[in-house]
């Protein structure tokens, strides 16, 4: 059983940064693929950003170039910068691990951003 805590969210303002942290319990974090997806009220959950085992990653267009996902495979964590923030991005941000045909979600954290 794998448990995903996440943690760094909180009340910005526009233009301002963030940063979340996801903490995985358990042995595989390594070997694992780290996706970040958020989900607004009334909004289906949307995928945000991944990164592979081999720290491979990609965003969705709508955070690309403001968002940077990153690993510590030591620290069994993974985090999602977050730089130049907008109202659009006002969320619950959900941390997914994903390898050896097995997924886990965590509970999330909220993200608002004030105009």
């Known amino acids: 059983q794998v448990q995903l805590v996440e943690s760094g969210g909180g009340l910005v303002q526009t233009g301002g940064s963030l940063r979340l942290s996801c903490a995985a319990s358990?042995?595989?974090?390594?070997?694992?693929?780290m996706d970040w997806y958020r989900q607004s009220p009334g909004k289906q959950r949307e995928w945000v950003a991944v990164?592979?085992?081999?720290?491979?990653?990609n965003y969705a267009d709508s955070v690309k170039g403001r968002f940077t996902i990153s690993r510590d495979n030591a620290k069994n964590t993974v985090y999602l910068q977050m730089n130049s923030l907008k109202p659009e991005d006002t969320a619950v941000y959900y941390c997914?691990?994903?390898?050896?045909?097995?997924?886990?979600w965590g509970t999330g954290t909220q993200v608002s951003v004030s105009s």
């Open positions: 997914h691990l994903s390898g050896m045909g097995l997924e886990y």
């Open positions: 990164i592979t085992s081999g720290a491979r990653t």
């Open positions: 358990g042995s595989i974090f390594s070997i694992t693929t």
